[in-house]
């Protein structure tokens, strides 16, 4: 499955699935982020879902775009 948006800051990324569900008042959207750090191993990428220190205000960074993102799709807006 693709993401519906990726955001990246270096090494460090938040991606934005969208999920259908069935729910006892019919089908409904749920958003879902999924935060990664990539790094390399000898020649070989990994991705891992642990951070270090000095990694924690990119990763914060990063999901602060992410949940932009997420209420513009989810608010509710009133006339």
């Given at each position: 499955?693709?993401?519906?948006?990726?955001?990246r800051i270096?090494?460090?990324?938040?991606?934005?699935?969208?999920?259908?569900?069935?729910?006892?008042?019919?089908?409904?959207?749920?958003?879902?982020?999924?935060l990664q750090?990539?790094?390399?191993?000898?020649?070989?990428?990994?991705?891992?879902?642990?951070f270090s220190?000095?990694?924690?205000?990119?990763?914060?960074?990063?999901?602060?775009?992410?949940?932009?993102?997420?209420?513009?799709?989810?608010?509710?807006?009133?006339?």
């Amino acid at each position: 499955m693709k993401p519906e948006r990726l955001f990246r800051i270096g090494a460090i990324s938040a991606s934005v699935f969208v999920n259908e569900v069935d729910g006892e008042g019919g089908k409904r959207t749920v958003r879902n982020v999924n935060l990664q750090r990539r790094y390399k191993d000898g020649d070989e990428w990994k991705s891992s879902s642990s951070f270090s220190l000095p990694d924690l205000p990119t990763a914060i960074a990063v999901l602060n775009l992410a949940f932009e993102h997420l209420a513009s799709q989810e608010a509710v807006i009133e006339s």
